[in-house]
């Protein structure tokens, strides 16, 4: 018997927080959010060049470094898993010229990620992220948009106790100025930093305030409060994008050691964190990215997104028990046949109802009527229409309350009706 691979699962039906079910009307919440915001989804390839990566999250993060699932195809290409979705849709929307013909573009995605990691809890191999991008403004309203968003596809899971938390990382400019800050205060404290921080204060400086060592955070704590290197420009950005939050009403704290994983990163960066997630706190995060639609070969465009981990707020959402998102699957009408003429008109009855859109389902393994009742009752069936010899001869069919125990009969040709019209009084 062969098991799944580590750091990847299944997802079965009916099972607990993990269960396609669940996280199928998350993903129908989501996106009725999204396209009410004016955003349209996009759907990237799993595999990209490996190089897209390397150029856009950059060459010295651990992603590149540690995580990525990179290969070399049987064309002697080099290729990767992709480990976000940020990347694929800026190439995506280069590749179809958007940047020539409707600069502006609104997208979100629902889809897995790929990383190497060690797998715990929040972290899997292969893990699902809910995400948008918004491409072609600079438009400091746009940073207010996708942060209300995020936030908006949480509150529709009834998670509470979340924080948001953001940070200004500034230009490419502020941002050279701050890793040089950065290098010159931690340099006669490398002996604290961790193997990786030394490493990374002289490769990328900015990596050692994203440490989650305890030692490396003490070294850090503190030492951000009193640097000034943001331009008037970035200042002045970031104000504005406040501004409008607080116009909205949504709360937030500011957050220097919010820098991010990936280096393309500029400007408004942002992250919300859960309590119940431990360690691995973060429900998802975001920021500007004004640089990367040129470093990939395009004009040079203004862009802002953010992702949301799937697993990670199920698991949020488990402990406090807010696993009701909106849109719920309604249970089914069960149809219980006795007979082999019975059940032919069985069938014909479940797929009557299921073209005017009334969830059905009927026994496919034989079973006696008794036994099909029990699966009506596990399955949460509100009703039940009962069909066998007695009722083929007379014409009518029995249904049966679940709930009340109370049955009636009604006549064959009427049960679709009478059944769409129960279900969409009860909805």
């Known amino acids: 018997m062969h098991a799944s691979v580590k750091g990847m699962y299944d997802l079965l039906p009916g099972s607990a927080g993990g269960s396609v079910e669940l996280r199928q009307r998350l993903e129908r919440c989501s996106a009725e959010i999204f396209e009410t915001f004016g955003y349209r989804e996009i759907r990237t390839p799993l595999l990209e060049e490996k190089a897209l990566f390397v150029k856009s999250i950059g060459d010295e993060t651990d992603i590149v470094t540690k995580e990525m699932f990179a290969f070399r195809d049987r064309g002697g290409r080099d290729v990767a898993l992709r480990p976000e979705g940020t990347a694929p849709i800026v190439r995506a929307y280069l590749e ?21 990691e060690r797998p715990q809890a929040g972290r899997m191999r292969q893990f699902h992220q809910i995400g948008a991008e918004a491409i072609g403004s600079h438009d400091p309203a746009i940073d207010a948009e996708m942060i209300l968003l995020m936030m908006t596809v949480l509150d529709a899971s009834r998670l509470k106790g979340q924080t948001l938390r953001l940070n200004n990382l500034g230009c490419r400019s502020d941002k050279a100025r701050l890793s040089k800050k950065l290098k010159e205060l931690f340099s006669g404290k490398k ?7 030394r490493k990374r204060l002289e490769t990328n400086p900015l990596r050692v305030i994203d440490c989650k060592k305890e030692n490396c955070r003490s070294v850090v704590r503190g030492a951000l409060a009193s640097l000034e290197f943001l331009c008037p420009n970035c200042a002045g950005h970031f104000s504005v994008v406040r501004k409008y ?8 704290v500011i957050d220097p050691y919010i820098v991010r994983g990936l280096d393309y990163y500029t400007g408004t960066v942002f992250e919300v964190s859960h309590p119940d997630l431990g360690a691995q706190d973060a429900l998802g995060a975001g920021g500007r990215y004004d640089n990367l639609v040129s470093d990939l070969g395009g004009p040079s465009l203004g862009a802002v997104g953010f992702a949301l981990g799937v697993e990670r707020m199920l698991i949020a959402a488990a402990k406090q028990g807010a696993t009701a998102f909106a849109g719920k699957t309604p249970p089914p009408v069960f149809i219980a046949t006795l007979g082999e003429e019975a059940r032919k008109k069985g069938f014909e009855l479940v797929n009557a109802l299921r073209s005017v859109g009334v969830a059905c389902e009927m026994d496919y393994e034989g079973k006696s009527l008794k036994a099909q009742m029990r699966k009506a009752d596990d399955m949460c069936a509100p009703l039940v229409v009962i069909v066998g010899d007695d009722e083929l001869k007379s014409g009518s069919a029995v249904i049966r309350d679940m709930k009340s125990k109370e049955q009636s009969s009604i006549k064959m040709d009427e049960v679709v009706d009478f059944m769409e019209e129960r279900v969409k009084r009860k909805t």
């Open 245 to 252: 939050l607080d116009l909205a009403g949504v709360q937030y």
């Open 191 to 197: 002996a604290l930093l961790c193997e990786d921080c």
């Open 96 to 116: 179809a010229n958007l940047h020539k013909t409707a600069p502006f573009q609104k997208f979100y995605y629902i889809g897995p990620m790929f990383r190497a």
